[in-house]
């Protein structure tokens, strides 16, 4: 079965000479070739799956029927609270949740900027992205899940993830697109998805460059650096890893306020706590680069 989350849409109507066809019904039409053409997902699925209990089965099918994010939400709560005890089931449903995810409103989560007043849409759209049930929030938090059943498919589903949306900010926007999740499951998957083998060949040092190319302002850069935390990488290795963050660092223009919110997010205690961890002489030029990051996009040092 092929399940394609639709929203209720009421648009206006286009002449196309003599017949009058509604851009809703256009746009059905394209849904339903691209889903024949691509083939049904279920024909990859395992042959035979045991049956899921029937309180769970229940949940399953009444999340299918709410809006994509209620579904991968749900499905994410499912499988992290141990009620679907059968991994093959596991993995269906979180590719199921993967794709629902991709469905979301929101293509990624925004952050309100400091002393934004609480009463306006922009602190209440703010607020909803603490549920963090937009695409990228939710492809992450799928893919986090995933890596506990199948590491390799997450691995290559973290492939799947449609580039990061950056709508052009202003210094009078009130809102800031956070993509920290993604730099936070690119640093589980580095550390958790590649065999010794690939890591003798330092292939989950290439795969952490190449997320890093994909990085453009510094609050990306930040969320990259803090997401290196979770990966053991020699000394050598972090070396490499920290060059090449801070010499994208030294080629991004100057954003302060996205820069500044996510230095101070963490919280003044854990700062603190970070720089005294990246000082360290036997860190290198790890130290060196927290020190850079401080100083690239904020005026001063941290206190």
């Given amino acids: 079965m092929v399940r394609v989350w639709i929203r209720p849409l009421s648009l206006p109507l286009l002449d196309v000479g003599m017949h009058r066809v509604t851009i809703f019904r256009f746009v059905l039409l394209s849904i339903a070739f691209a889903v024949v053409a691509a083939g049904s997902p279920d ?30 939400d ?31 409103h929101e293509p990624v989560r925004l952050i309100p900027v400091t002393g934004l007043p609480t009463d306006t849409r922009a602190s209440f759209r703010g607020r909803a992205g603490d549920l963090q049930i937009d695409a990228l929030s939710l492809e992450s938090r799928v893919l986090k899940t995933l890596l506990t059943v199948d590491r390799a498919s997450a691995r290559q589903l973290f492939q799947a993830i ?21 730099y936070d499951v690119s640093g589980a998957i580095a550390q958790s998805a590649f065999e010794p083998g690939e890591k003798e060949k330092s292939v989950h040092l290439q795969f952490l ?31 490499i890893v920290a060059g090449a963050l801070e010499a994208k660092l030294d080629a991004l223009p100057v954003n302060y306020r996205s820069f500044a919110l996510k230095i101070i997010e963490p919280g003044r205690p854990q700062r603190r706590r970070i720089a005294r961890e990246t000082q360290r002489p036997d860190r290198g030029v790890a130290g060196r680069l927290f020190e850079s990051l401080g100083l690239k996009g904020l005026p001063g040092k941290f206190e």
């Fill in 43 to 72: 024909d990859q699925r395992p042959a035979k799956l045991p049956p899921l209990p029937k309180e769970i089965e229940t949940l399953v099918a009444t999340a299918r029927s709410a809006p994509p994010e209620i579904f991968a």
């Fill in 162 to 182: 449609p580039p990061i949306r950056r709508d052009a900010a202003t210094c009078e926007d009130p809102l800031i697109s956070d993509a920290s999740a993604y």
């Fill in 209 to 239: 460059i190449g997320v890093l190319s994909g990085a453009s302002t510094p609050a990306e850069l930040a969320g990259f650096g803090r997401a290196l935390g979770a990966v053991n990488l020699s000394r050598p290795e972090m070396e």
């Fill in 74 to 104: 749900s499905i994410i709560r499912l499988v992290e609270g141990g009620k679907v005890p059968s991994i093959e089931w596991q993995k269906v449903l979180l590719q199921d949740a993967f794709t629902a995810a991709q469905q979301a």
